[in-house]
T-cell receptor, first 110, second 113 residues
Framework: DSGVTQTPKHLITATGQRVTLRCSPR?????VYWYQQSLDQGLQFLIQ???????AKGNILERFSAQQFPDLHSELNLSSLELGDSALYFC?????????FGSGTRLTVV | AQSVTQPDIHITVSEGASLELRCNYS??????LFWYVQSPGQGLQLLLK??????LVQGIKGFEAEFKRSQSSFNLRKPSVHWSDAAEYFC???????????FGSGTQLTVLP
């Protein structure tokens, strides 16, 4: 157990739908990062939050959004889903520059 | 723009043999460098990291990596591979003040008995 908790582990949904992925960082970590892993794009940085504030954006689509709540857990919202959004979505948390990843949420869009 | 190159998509070694996985990076400043391992269906586990100091870094599971600034490389090594080392290995560089990671495309390691 890495200390970073992601739920759900698996998600199957239809095109056009909206889903929410949840991440609880390691205790004490203020930064949360979201990454997408797909066969064609590899591992890509999506977005980072630090203590509730958006800190950096990567290759995140406009259909995707995220937030970090006062208790530091984060949610990644994916809407108007397309087949190409099928991927493994990882959350990571960081405190001292070291990153700890969760086990991921596998999203399948059908 | 920064980038990370792992030139070997797939490497096969025999159990007990030595291993070296290559990683080259392109980054304008002093990089923060990482190696992660991913087993099938699993998340990413940190093997080792380099921020500064001694260029030879020791990690978990008997892995080590050497930072060579002149070659822009951060190769991962292990003197004797175990069957349980079969997995995909990712090199990554941390960039910017937020230090989000840029990953290489990964190297799939197969270990023969």
């Amino acid at each position: 157990d890495s200390g970073v908790t992601q739920t759900p582990k698996h998600l199957i949904t239809a095109t056009g739908q909206r889903v929410t992925l949840r991440c609880s960082p390691r205790s004490g970590d203020l930064s949360v990062y979201w990454y997408q892993q797909s066969l064609d794009q590899g591992l890509q940085f999506l977005i980072q939050y630090y203590n509730g504030e958006e800190r950096a954006k990567g290759n995140i689509l406009e259909r995707f959004s995220a937030q970090q709540f006062p208790d530091l857990h984060s949610e990644l919202n994916l809407s108007s889903l397309e087949l190409g959004d099928s991927a493994l979505y990882f959350c990571a948390s960081s405190s001292d520059g070291g990153y700890t990843f969760g086990s991921g949420t596998r999203l399948t869009v059908v | 723009a920064q980038s990370v190159t792992q030139p070997d998509i797939h490497i096969t070694v025999s159990e007990g043999a030595s291993l070296e996985l290559r990683c080259n990076y392109s980054y304008g400043a002093t990089p923060y460098l990482f190696w992660y391992v991913q087993s099938p269906g699993q998340g990413l586990q940190l093997l080792l990291k380099y921020f500064s100091g001694d260029t030879l870094v020791q990690g978990i599971k008997g892995f080590e990596a050497e930072f060579k600034r002149s070659q822009s490389s951060f190769n991962l090594r292990k003197p004797s591979v175990h069957w349980s080392d079969a997995a995909e290995y990712f090199c990554a560089v941390g960039r910017g003040s937020a230090r989000q990671l840029t990953f290489g495309s990964g190297t799939q390691l197969t270990v023969l008995p």
